[in-house]
């Protein structure tokens, strides 16, 4: 494999660590101002970027525009604002659609366009994980998952955390 390539066949010659000297990296604008703790690209557009953090926001970014002057890739698109600490985003059945969950016990399903919040449902612990599967009805179950049941399109699962 040439340097800089990148291993895409699992059980191929691919080596145990990949090394691309050319890799790309770069600091987006207005970054979160704590902890981020997930981000997601999206499915359908890939240049647009969905980040949560510990600073109580949703941040969606698109990757591809820049600000040469200053020196930063990565536009800010909208920032929305929860009451406490977001732990993980997903995008929903579209790249203008998302759910959010975190320390507020609560899942938000998110307008990206108009930035409007929707409660979905609210919980007894904070939650971990939020999940969207189009395979399987809207679900938001309450107690953790091992596996999900089978249901019609889309799905949204939650996962609860220990943190109280």
């Not at 359908?44 to 200053?70: F, G, H, I």
């Not at 939650?127 to 089978?150: D, L, W």
């Amino acid at each position: 494999m040439a340097p800089g390539e990148l291993c895409t066949t699992p059980g191929s010659s691919c080596p145990s660590k990949l090394t691309s000297a050319a890799a790309a990296q770069f600091e987006l604008a207005q970054p979160p101002n704590d902890a981020i703790s997930a981000l997601v690209f999206a499915p359908e557009s890939p240049s647009r970027l969905l980040v949560s953090s510990w600073d109580k926001n949703v941040y969606l970014y698109d990757t591809q525009a820049s600000d040469a002057a200053e020196g930063q890739h990565g536009s800010l698109i909208r920032t929305i604002e929860h009451r406490a600490p977001v732990l993980d985003v997903c995008f929903g059945a579209d790249d203008n659609e998302a759910f959010s969950a975190g320390m507020d016990r609560q899942v938000l399903k998110l307008d990206l366009t108009s930035g409007e919040q929707t409660v979905l449902s609210k919980h007894a612990a904070p939650v971990r994980r939020v999940v969207y599967s189009r395979k399987h009805g809207e679900y938001t179950p309450q107690h953790p998952i091992t596996s999900p049941p089978e249901f019609p399109e889309p799905t949204v699962v939650v996962v609860y955390s220990n943190l109280a």
